[in-house]
């Protein structure tokens, strides 16, 4: 499990700038001795004086400063240029967006999984005119394992139901919902943790880890938001939802999301905003389940994260 608060690492990067006060004026009194034309003297002061124009600053902040796989690395940005515009933020040759957290400050979100690479991980950082690079070191995780005998075709989904659920992961919406640490979203114990690899009659499965954090739970036992967000997907087993079941969706906003898989009952609509705590539905085994129990799953811009640092760190 990863250790809850830990602490942040700041650098700062600075555009060092030539002093040019000193030269200037031993400048005007050489042109006064040898009278240079004083408008040619001012037209070399204008000059001198935008080449000291202060300089452009960017300060960066990371949440964890030792993030290992499956963690969520919180890049937060002060740019000293006024008015300037959102950053960008790129990690693994994707780019994730910046979104304004005040005057000046900025803070992107990147996403990182159990089939990333561990070790040296460069981040790029694109803001007021300028690109920095941060090199982190994403530390390796250690997953359970499980091994599994399947016969026959096994119980897949529908176009219908994998075409609804990635327009949902694919959401960035620019304001943010939740607000401090997440809830947990039902009350039964965990019976199976994120980041389980698999094995199928032997062979290991690469692009296969388990996408969330399971709670046991007997039917109708009440499943909650953990966070406040606008329901923005609902599908039903009767409708096509065949390996999901009964599935609610949250966007948290800025690119963050929850879903929740398997539920016996949906008591939330499309569009409705909910508040952390209230009710979405209760636990269920509807899908490609082997008995009632909540799957939550966490996405930051599409990817699946360990929620457990956002019930435990937050990430405000």
């Not at 004083?38 to 030792?66: D, H, K, W």
């Amino acid at each position: 499990m990863t250790t809850p608060h830990r602490s942040r690492v700041t650098r700062r990067f600075t555009l060092k700038q030539p002093i040019f006060a000193g030269l200037f004026a031993r400048l005007g009194a050489y042109l006064w001795l040898h009278r240079v034309p004083v408008g040619l003297f001012l037209g070399i002061g204008i000059i001198l004086s935008l080449s000291t124009t202060p300089a452009q600053a960017i300060q960066v902040q990371l949440q964890p400063n030792e993030p290992q796989l499956g963690d969520t690395i919180s890049v937060a940005i002060q740019t000293t240029a006024s008015n300037s515009a959102p950053p960008t933020v790129s990690i693994n040759q994707n780019t994730y967006p910046a979104f304004p957290v005040e005057a000046n400050r900025f803070r992107a979100l990147l996403p990182t999984t159990p089939l990333d690479q561990s070790g040296r991980v460069e981040i790029q950082v694109n803001g007021a005119g300028k690109s920095q690079n941060l090199a982190v070191w994403l530390r390796d995780r250690s997953f359970p394992t499980q091994r599994i005998t399947v016969s026959g075709g096994g119980s897949g989904g529908t176009d219908y139901e994998f075409d609804r659920v990635d327009e949902f992961k694919r959401l960035v919406t620019p304001e943010k919902l939740w607000n401090g640490p997440f809830q947990r979203p039902a009350a039964g114990g965990v019976t199976s943790e994120y980041g389980v690899r698999r094995y199928y009659n032997g062979v290991f499965a690469q692009d296969y880890y388990h996408r969330g954090v399971d709670y046991g739970g007997g039917v109708g036992a009440p499943v909650v938001a953990p966070a406040a967000g606008r329901v923005a997907l609902i599908g039903r087993e009767s409708d096509g939802f065949r390996l999901h079941g009964n599935t609610v969706g949250l966007d948290h906003g800025q690119g963050v999301a929850s879903i929740f898989l398997h539920l016996s009952r949906i008591d939330v609509q499309e569009g409705q905003f909910v508040q952390a705590g209230e009710r979405l539905g209760a636990i269920g085994a509807t899908g490609s389940a082997t008995g009632p129990h909540l799957h939550w799953g966490l996405y930051v811009h599409g990817l699946a994260v360990d929620p457990v640092p956002w019930r435990y760190d937050g990430f405000d």
